[in-house]
């Protein structure tokens, strides 16, 4: 089976949305599906303002029909609401083809945080192009059942539960190693900037270190700010993953995220969170002994030092890429079924009801 992936995130971003993706493709071939990708790559493209290192594509119409026509995919999935998404959506209606969204990223609340506007302005336009952009997918793919309601009573529709795993083999206590930094060790990781609410773990009085893993616009002001912190930049792959095991406590500020991978990627390293209680970590940890949720940060980071990391990394290791992977299979498969089956059923309404108007004007005259 051949899937088309539109999405405007992609290499060489450093983001959930990418890592989910590139997880579920590996994972995906083993369970008989094929995904290609359909990126910025190949086309001509702007950084996006704020954001130089995602790129906005240029594309034209007979460029995306020219892809999907060499393709010839079965299923077509939209994961970003950008240009390249844009681009695919129109084509797709045009064409009368079923497609699948996800909904990976909170917009409004980013331009809230942004713009030079009236926050109820922002949320309010913001969400009705979301709702737009998303009325005509066959299913709505949301990563937690909070943001699976959330866009339920916004007005989506066909909104389906697409929950997200983590590499435990990469991921794991044994990576340790001895970071020469006062313990304990109090580590985040993620993109540094102003939506990711940093600043609430930053300025918290906490006994040994204070550590960022991730580059981002903020950084340097941040930084400057706040020299007791160490922020180490970015780190990848098995360099990551020793830095998650050899910390205490993994702190979540974010009050947006939409799931928060790196929770899993912590846990995984059998190191318990400390987080508020926002939607995304509520959702993830609930009330398992591997967290401490608290609207008072600090309290939430000094309990947490409390918690085995045995639990954290059993946790962690019941939620795997290839169960996600068979979920966003079956949600893309399904909604196309369910979309042709349908239009099918409309179509034979419109030939009966053209037929009987027929056979009328037959017997009138």
Request: include cysteine; proline fraction near 6%.
């Amino acid at each position: 089976m051949k899937i088309l992936v539109a999405t405007d995130a992609w290499h060489p971003q450093v983001n959930g949305v990418v890592r989910t993706l590139g997880q579920v493709a590996h994972e995906a071939s083993a369970l008989g599906a094929d995904l290609e990708f359909l990126s910025p790559q190949g086309f001509r493209s702007l950084p996006m303002p704020g954001y130089p290192e995602i790129r906005l594509a240029l594309t034209g119409p007979g460029d995306i029909e020219r892809r999907l026509d060499r393709t010839r995919a079965e299923c077509v999935h939209i994961a970003t609401e950008g240009p390249i998404g844009h681009a695919v959506r129109r084509v797709c209606i045009k064409r009368g083809m079923p497609f699948t969204t996800s909904f990976h990223t909170r917009f409004p609340d980013y331009l809230a945080e942004r713009l030079p506007l009236p926050r109820r302005w922002t949320r309010e336009l913001s969400w009705a192009w979301l709702r737009r952009f998303h009325a005509q997918s066959a299913a709505v793919l949301a990563a937690t059942p909070t943001l699976q309601q959330e866009l339920i009573d916004r007005g989506f529709r066909n909104v389906k539960l697409w929950s997200r795993g983590v590499d435990a083999q990469l991921f794991n206590p044994k990576r340790r190693k001895g970071l020469n930094l006062p313990r304990p060790i109090f580590l985040t990781v993620g993109r540094v900037a102003v939506e990711k609410n940093l600043e609430e773990f930053l300025k918290l009085d906490l006994p040994g270190t204070k550590l960022v893993v991730g580059d981002g616009p903020a950084r340097n002001a941040l930084a400057k700010t706040y020299p007791d912190v160490v922020f180490a930049g970015s780190r990848h792959g098995e360099e990551l993953a020793e830095y998650y095991a050899s910390a205490d406590v993994f702190v979540f500020p974010s009050l947006t995220d939409t799931f928060g991978l790196v929770l899993l990627e912590a846990l995984a390293s059998g190191v318990p969170v400390a987080t508020f209680p926002a939607a995304a970590p509520r959702d993830v940890i609930g009330d398992a002994p591997v967290g401490k949720i608290d609207a008072d940060l600090r309290r939430a980071c000094l309990q947490a030092l409390e918690l085995d990391g045995a639990a954290c990394r059993a946790f962690a290791e019941r939620l795997t890429w290839q169960a996600c992977a068979q979920t966003f299979l079956d949600h893309v498969t399904e909604g196309a079924r369910a979309w042709r089956e349908k239009k099918t059923r409309k179509e034979r309404l419109k030939m009966l009801f053209d037929s009987a108007r027929q056979r009328r004007h037959s017997a009138a005259r």
